[in-house]
């Protein structure tokens, strides 16, 4: 079955940086794309960012565009969000998804990684 783990999160002061990482298991890793979701508390779940496959397509919300970077490791089984310039509304629990083979998805997902902003 479909095991997704992340890890990594943190309280953060605003501006500074956090790398979350996701272990993946019970599904071949790299032939399905990825995805950071967030939820903010009280608020509805966000896609963040997306990668394909092989790496070579990433996409990004708005939101977070020019800030934060999907990258993934196939060797590894292991996606990672790094997040730069954090802000106060990044707070949110972070989880990773299993897209399909060509799309992105929000579910399944794992338990999530708790990433708090605050001075």
């Known amino acids: 079955q479909v095991q997704l783990v992340e890890s990594g999160g943190g309280l953060v002061q605003p501006g500074g940086s956090l790398r979350v990482s996701c272990a993946a298991s019970g599904f071949t890793f790299k032939n399905y794309f990825m995805s950071w979701v967030r939820q903010a508390p009280g608020k509805g779940l966000e896609w963040v960012s997306g990668i394909s496959t092989s790496g070579d397509r990433t996409d990004y919300a708005d939101s977070v565009k020019g800030r934060f970077t999907i990258s993934r490791d196939n060797a590894k089984n292991t996606l990672y969000l790094q997040m730069n310039s954090l802000k106060v509304e990044d707070t949110a629990l972070y989880y990773c998804?299993?897209?399909?083979?060509?799309?992105?998805?929000?579910?399944?997902r794992g338990r999530g990684t708790l990433v708090t902003v605050s001075s």
């Open positions: 998804a299993k897209g399909g083979t060509a799309t992105y998805s929000t579910s399944p």
